[in-house]
């Protein structure tokens, strides 16, 4: 079955810092998200991208957060300047274009980040 | 979107019939119902999605009444592996990107 692939699975960071958390997509997908999870609260989505520009954004992604698809397999977010509340479980996913059934959103394992 | 409610937490054994069910009173014409699964430090997994009536695979089984208010996640015989948070979403699936909002969810247990 094909499936999201995220790396780092987990990657330690020091407050200030660039970090950039990578994902292939599943290969015929056209839709990418990035959502994230602070431990013990929900999922909260950050971001949708299709066409290589974003079609939508939380709240939670500020400037300091970007999004990019450098070449035709991955996706990547870059968080520039870490800070503490930033540490979380990242997810990326990605979903087909479905006009007449369910646009399934199908997630990675997760890269966990933590900030220092 | 429409908002959810589901039981925070429910217990189970092994080899019941569990059912979720999920309330969704403002749904509309274009959404969809979702269910995902989420282990302790994993992505949500997909389960099941449908619109109306009754959809089946090979995991669970998802009810949905003609008034679309609520669905019923429904996982047959479940084993202690079956013991994680369980999410149900609505949404619209138009063509254009979406938002997916995850509730609290259901922790459900399974006990031996």
């Known amino acids: 079955e094909p499936e999201v692939t995220q790396t780092p699975s987990h990657q330690v ?3 200030g810092q660039e970090v950039i958390l990578r994902c292939v997509p599943i290969s015929n997908h056209l839709y990418f998200y990035w959502y994230r ?3 013990g609260q929900k999922v909260e989505f950050l971001v949708s991208f299709y066409n290589n520009e974003i079609s939508e954004k939380s709240e939670i992604f500020d400037d ?3 999004v990019e698809r450098p070449d035709g397999s991955n996706f990547t977010l870059k968080i520039r300047s870490t800070k503490l509340e930033d540490s979380a479980m990242y997810f990326c996913a990605s979903s087909e274009r479905g006009q007449t059934s369910g646009n399934t959103i199908y ?6 980040l933590t900030v220092v | 979107l429409a908002k959810t409610t ?3 937490s429910m217990d189970s054994y092994e080899g019941q019939e569990v059912n979720i069910t999920c309330s969704h009173n403002n749904i509309a014409t274009n959404d969809y119902i979702t ?4 282990f302790p430090s994993q992505g949500p997994r997909f389960i099941i999605q449908g619109y109306k009536t009754k959809v089946t695979n090979e995991v669970a089984s998802l009810f949905i009444p003609a008034d679309r208010k609520s669905s019923t996640l429904s996982l047959p015989r479940v084993s202690l592996s079956d ?4 999410y149900c979403l609505v949404g619209a699936l138009s063509g254009s990107a979406r938002q997916l909002t995850f509730g609290s969810g259901t922790q459900l247990t399974v006990l031996p």
């Not at chain 1, 997630?107 to 966990?112: A, V, Y």
């Not at chain 2, 269910?35 to 989420?38: A, L, M, S, T």
């Not at chain 2, 013991?83 to 369980?86: D, F, L, P, R, S």
């Open chain 2, 6 to 8: 589901q039981p925070i």
């Open chain 1, 64 to 66: 300091q957060f970007s």
């Open chain 1, 107 to 112: 997630f990675g394992e997760g890269s966990w």
């Open chain 1, 13 to 15: 960071t020091q407050m």
């Open chain 2, 83 to 86: 013991t994680a948070v369980y």
């Open chain 1, 37 to 39: 999870q602070i431990l």
């Open chain 2, 35 to 38: 269910w995902y699964q989420q």
